[in-house]
């Protein structure tokens, strides 16, 4: 036996399969000789731990249960976490030379990693629980009709108070720049505050406004500024600021709710300029070493049963249209019966931001003033 039958002996068939998969079915390269090397190149590649690039809460600091399905599978190539802050942060950290195989930035940018060169499309057909995910979110991780963005988690920003210090005027983001609450208000730490004040000054695209509007929006934050607490990009600062009593008022997320109402009472508001719905959007790093590996974690995030938990523990929402919380409460507050939840006319479902690049510079210099 020579050398390149004994490399095709030693792969089994289902591994054969795979490299069969990976490359479209076709004819597994056109030879014995090249489909042994091609798999065996495939399975080397495909080795080693996992490297996720993901949201603090999400690795093995408390979200074990979403990927426990691949840890089962695939014991050897357990997943190793690196921590974004944001999806600005999660860029830079790229740019400076870390190598995730995939991480999770949000609906609003899909459009811009897909066009960066950074990112690949993944292939759908080796992920078995992707006909469950809600076709809505589906789509709205495509990009020239590839799919970039797997939605998983989605949520909505909106305003968490406490309803025993607080008494809203109106249902609205305006809850944010109460000057009757001076010093018991957080801000979240991202160039959305921009389009948070745009919503609240009732601009049509506050996505997309014009300069004029850009500066009534910046100006709006910087006069506001002085009532501020805390600016946080850590759900844990969050907490402990709101759970001490520093803070009453929050621009927050459905799982703050869930923390804060274990121990306060606590609304979390639906405002009527509506909240912003965000969509969690898993996407594969070109050049990834673990294809096989990173679709096979995609499709453990993607299970009913990682969504019930996620839905169950966090107050998230998930994609996958057969989970369902043991809480009617969540049910309620999700809007779990509703597919479209996310959209209008429920929510502002977050989108590019052409001019991405000049809302960052001017939501720094709204926390420099």
Do not use: C
């Not at 068939?13 to 004819?27: C, D, H, I």
């Not at 090249?34 to 979200?63: F, K």
């Not at 959209?343 to 001019?355: K, Q, S, Y």
């Amino acid at each position: 036996m020579d050398k390149q039958e004994d490399m095709e002996r030693r792969l089994s068939r289902e591994q054969l399969l795979k490299v069969a998969a990976a490359a479209g079915g076709a004819s597994l390269l056109g030879g014995r000789v090249d489909a042994a090397h091609a798999a065996l190149d495939w399975l080397n590649a495909d080795s080693g731990r996992l490297q996720v690039l993901d949201w603090a809460g999400y690795g093995n600091d408390g979200g074990q249960a979403m990927f426990a399905q691949y840890v089962k599978a695939h014991p050897k190539n357990k997943p190793q976490f690196t921590y974004m802050g944001n999806e600005s942060d999660a860029l830079a950290k790229i740019h400076a030379g870390l190598k995730p195989d995939l991480f999770r930035p949000y609906v609003g940018w899909v459009k811009y990693f897909a066009k960066s060169g950074l990112v690949q499309p993944w292939d759908p057909k080796q992920i078995s629980n992707f006909k469950h995910l809600n076709p809505f979110m589906v789509k709205a991780g495509q990009y020239k009709g590839k799919q970039y963005g797997i939605p998983d988690d989605w949520g909505f920003d909106a305003i968490l108070y406490r309803s025993d210090k607080v008494h809203p005027k109106a249902r609205s983001w305006g809850l944010l720049f109460d000057e009757r609450y001076k010093g018991r208000i957080a801000w979240f730490d991202d160039l959305n505050m921009l389009t948070i004040a745009g919503l609240y000054l009732g601009f049509d695209k506050p996505w997309r406004q014009t300069d004029a509007q850009l500066k009534k929006s910046q100006k709006l934050l910087k006069s506001k500024k002085h009532l501020v607490r805390l600016i946080w990009s850590s759900e844990t600062n969050l907490w402990e600021a709101f759970g001490s009593g520093e803070v009453w008022i929050a621009y927050a997320w459905p799982n703050d709710w869930v923390q804060m109402k274990k121990k306060l009472k606590v609304v979390y508001m639906r405002p009527r300029e509506k909240p912003v719905a965000w969509v969690g959007m898993f996407m594969l790093l070109k050049g990834t070493k673990r294809p096989h590996l990173a679709h096979a974690y995609v499709n453990a995030w993607s299970a009913a049963r990682s969504g019930k938990w996620l839905e169950d523990n966090y107050g998230y929402g998930h994609a996958n249209t057969l989970a369902r919380p043991s809480s009617s409460d969540l049910l309620k507050a999700l809007r779990l019966t509703d597919p479209r939840a996310v959209t209008e006319p429920n929510a502002h479902l977050d989108r590019d931001i052409p001019r991405r690049a000049l809302y960052a510079r001017m939501w720094e210099e709204v926390k420099a003033s």
